[in-house]
């Protein structure tokens, strides 16, 4: 099947669209219609690989904390991340501390006004300076995302892998062609709102459908064919054993430094195995090894099993609360807290879910 570029809807497309945006969008979001790039910014690296529904407290609480890029800049990277918790991809966050403190200082706060500039900050990619340029200051840029992809491989018919470098080159080229280059920013909202809210993923609502008479996947049985991906995820799976130390009132954590998951933000001491190992094995050969031997410490409790998933890895293992006789030698990113004040530290969502319940034990 070959891309339909000469479809009868490739002109008229943006008037039908844009019709549809008039008359039919309700959806509502707080950032629709922002024009300062501080703001837009902000919602689209919040937004990278999150949901709406997710990011959106998570704005607000970022617009609340920090109204302009000079206070995001002057933040306290621990704060920030307190305030990223539970997103997840830290690295967006390490990114978006970056940039906010190149704009606030190399550039006096005044934020880029071109699609090059805007794409050189760091963490910023094709799509989200195309959303940046085209919100702000209406630049004549197409977004390229998930929503646009699916839209235009149904509608055209188009079954170049989206996830192909002849895909992406495809799809960025078509969908400048598409743009209303007059209305870039309204435009680019619209379409992705579409994709979101008629041309879903999952149970489209084809019969609400502006483009259904003349749209390739309906006529022709494809809704659930396309997009086409070429590429499947490879899962590691990793193996998690946490040791809460506990002396007295206070907790053993450290930050997390390796270049890996998680980087800067704060766990407990870890264990890291090959494979699941049973409680046996962690009491019996895992904790004496580590800590002071079989008399050195007391079991206050072993979770169940716990699992995150990310991207391309599953994260499973158990966290073992101890209370230890003796502090032991620790390095130097490792400190002792008292155990109310480590809501106070940015820890992955991995031990947050942990966190719920071991505020509830007893001591």
Not at 227 to 235: A, G, L, T
Request: with cysteine; charged share 25%.
């Amino acid at each position: 099947m070959k891309a339909e570029k000469e479809h009868i809807y490739s002109k008229k497309f943006a008037d039908i669209l844009l019709k549809w945006n008039r008359e039919k969008n309700k959806r509502q979001m707080p950032w629709k219609g922002e024009k300062d790039p501080y703001k837009i910014w902000l919602s689209e690296i919040i937004l990278q690989q999150t949901r709406v529904e997710q990011g959106l407290q998570y704005y607000q609480n970022f617009i609340k904390a920090f109204p302009d890029v000079h206070k995001l800049a002057n933040a306290p990277d621990q704060k920030v991340f307190k305030l990223w918790e539970g997103l997840g991809y830290y690295s967006r966050c390490r990114n978006l501390l970056a940039s906010a403190r190149f704009i606030s200082k190399d550039l006096n706060g005044d934020f880029p006004e071109t699609y090059d500039d805007i794409k050189n900050l760091k963490g910023v990619g094709p799509y989200t300076a195309a959303a940046i340029s085209s919100f702000a200051f209406n630049l004549p840029f197409a977004v390229v995302d998930g929503n646009v992809f699916r839209v235009i491989a149904r509608i055209f018919g188009i079954a170049t892998a989206t996830d192909s470098t002849e895909g992406k080159k495809f799809f960025t080229s078509f969908a400048n062609e598409l743009l209303d280059k007059k209305q870039a920013g309204i435009y680019n909202q619209a379409i992705m709102d579409f994709g979101a809210t008629v041309c879903k993923p999952i149970a489209p609502l084809c019969s609400d459908c502006v483009f259904k008479k003349n749209c390739f996947a309906f006529q022709n049985g494809k809704i659930n064919e396309l997009p086409v991906k070429e590429k499947k995820i490879s899962i590691k799976k990793r193996w998690f054993y946490y040791f809460v130390l506990q002396y007295e009132n206070e907790v053993l954590v450290r930050e997390r430094t390796e270049k890996d998951i998680w980087q800067h933000l704060f766990e407990f001491i870890l264990v890291e195995t090959a494979k699941e190992e049973d409680d046996n094995v962690i009491l019996n050969d895992i904790a004496p090894k580590h800590f002071f031997g079989k008399k050195g410490f007391e079991i206050i409790s072993i979770s169940p099993l716990m699992k995150q998933q990310l991207t391309h890895q599953l994260i499973n293992g158990r966290f073992i609360h101890l209370r230890v006789s003796q502090r032991p030698a620790v390095t130097d990113n490792c400190i002792w807290v008292k155990k109310e004040k480590l809501k106070n530290y940015a820890f992955p969502k991995f031990i947050t879910q942990y966190l719920n319940s071991f505020f509830r034990e007893k001591k």
